[in-house]
Nanobody, 127 residues
Framework: EVQLAESGGGSVQAGGSLRLSCATS????????LAWFRQAPGKEREGVAS????????YYVDSVKGRFTISQDNTDNTLYLQMDNLKPEDTGMYYC????????????????????WGLGTLVTVSS
């Protein structure tokens, strides 16, 4: 059973930084894609960044390029999202996700392809 547990959310002022973590376990897919999604109140869930397990290929949506960095630590199966220069529009619930057999690039625009979701961690950015 796949388990994803996010942590690291909180409240910061615009321009600040946060680092989100996602502890993963039970992933047995071959070549899976790990990703971060977010959902603001009243809006649809959207992709933020993605990375293939055990590979360096990363993908970002335009709104976070240059500000967010996705990474992984394969020694303890943890996914990270470093968020710098945060903006109020980055506010939302952030979810860790895994897709077993889907393109990491395309996953960011197709949340229905996600196989497993975490419960999320809340990020609030004030102006």
């Amino acid at each position: 059973e796949v388990q994803l547990a996010e942590s690291g959310g909180g409240s910061v002022q615009a321009g600040g930084s946060l680092r989100l973590s996602c502890a993963t376990s039970g992933i047995t897919y071959s070549g899976p894609c790990l990703a971060w999604f977010r959902q603001a109140p009243g809006k649809e869930r959207e992709g933020v960044a993605s990375i293939y397990i055990n590979r360096d290929s990363t993908y970002y949506v335009d709104s976070v390029k240059g500000r967010f960095t996705i990474s992984q630590d394969n020694t303890d199966n943890t996914l990270y999202l470093q968020m710098d220069n945060l903006k109020p529009e980055d506010t939302g619930m952030y979810y860790c996700a895994v897709a077993g057999y889907y393109s990491c690039r395309n996953l960011l625009h197709n949340p229905s392809a996600v196989d497993d979701w975490g419960l999320g961690t809340l990020v609030t950015v004030s102006s």
